[in-house]
């Protein structure tokens, strides 16, 4: 994965990918702002519990992962990667967050809710 480490936003982010990627929610939570709003498909997400939730739910499905890029200034800091499910491993997700004093205020995801449904029955 491409990275540029020098900026301390994209450190953040990173370490928050990093934890929540691996079940370890509780890591992922301290980079995140109790007002984080998240815009992902279909939804919005207006505080720590609701995003804590939805990112949970999707963490029970992760079987693994490859990270494609990553990079970031001062604020702002973009992931684009490949979730793996039972499901799929080539449907790619993209992150765009800012972040302030630390902690991600704002994560505009991006990924094709279809792709990771279960297949339909025949």
Not at 83 to 111: N, Q
Request: aromatic residues 10%; contains cysteine.
């Amino acid at each position: 994965m491409h990275t540029d480490t020098t900026s301390p936003a994209l450190e953040t982010a990173l370490a928050y990918h990093r934890a929540w990627t691996t079940g370890d929610l509780d890591s992922a939570m301290t980079h995140v702002a109790d007002d984080i709003v998240c815009r992902a498909p279909g939804q919005e997400l207006r505080n720590k519990s609701e995003y804590r939730s939805f990112l949970g739910g999707f963490s029970k499905m992760l079987t693994g992962l490859t990270d494609v890029a990553a990079f970031g200034d001062d604020e702002h800091v973009v992931l684009f990667y490949y979730p793996h499910t039972v499901v799929t491993s080539t449907a790619p997700a993209a992150e765009h967050f800012t972040i302030r004093d630390g902690r991600i205020v704002e994560s505009v995801l991006v990924f094709d809710r279809i792709s990771y449904a279960p297949a339909a029955s025949e």
